[in-house]
């Protein structure tokens, strides 16, 4: 007659075990509803937030700082030119800020000088190669020109000419100064700066079979996946023996 009725011991393990894996099961079970709606929600592209980009390691920028020039920000992050928010040019670094010049927008990335119109389109990009030499910081000499911090000092350099002079004693100069953007601005160059591959359905995949925590995640879920075949066996034989 005992062996009719399901033990102490069955039920005790099935109750265990599926408390055990109620977490990851529940994890794959919304994710997975998710994944096989995402096209409809509409998230199969869509970026993930820029501070989850960065937990994934993206270089996502926490602090955007640029240079306002003629009622435009000049902004560089992740080796790129933003004009306000939008993404305009490559721009090595380190960055050493914009200076109005001549009708122009003179911008300093890493050892070159980029050269834009008023219109914010590329003019010229020019380096060693052009008699630019090496500088630390660019901005405007007080009254007119563009002065460069070079190793040997400030010079003047004519952007039309290309060459370069010695800063006159009695002139005055002032460095192009990075400074915090707004808020709004700054959010929007962070959206921007999250890679396309980062998004929402990359982490419902992650988190759906576990890469999201590593193997250590993946061991999880395969363990969890394992349990619920054992579950579904000790719940059968507890049925079964409830039938007879």
Known sequence: MGLRKPTRQWRRWHRWLGLLVAVPVLILSVTG???????????SSSPLPPWLARWYGAPVPVNVQGVK???HWYIQA????????????????????AARENGMIVVGCGDELLLLNGAGQEVERVG???GVPAFSALGNIIGSGLGLETADGVIRFDVDHL????????????????????????ERIRSQS?????????????????????????????????????????GTVIWARTRR
């Not at 790129?80 to 721009?91: N, S, T, V, W």
């Open 163 to 186: 060459t370069g002079q010695p800063l006159e004693p009695d002139s005055e100069w002032q460095p192009a100064s990075l400074e915090s953007v707004p808020a709004v601005l700054a």
């Open 128 to 130: 060693a190669a052009y």
């Open 69 to 71: 020039v003629a009622d």
């Open 78 to 97: 992740n080796e790129r030119l933003f004009i306000d928010d939008k993404d305009a040019f490559y721009c090595q670094s380190p960055y050493q800020g």
């Open 33 to 43: 509803v998710l994944l096989n709606h995402i096209d409809a929600l509409g998230w």
């Open 194 to 234: 999250v890679p396309p591959s980062l998004n929402w359905q990359r982490l419902l995949l992650d988190l759906h079979a576990g890469r999201i925590l590593g193997l250590t995640g993946q061991l999880i879920m395969d363990l969890a996946a394992l349990l619920l075949s054992i579950l579904a066996v000790t």
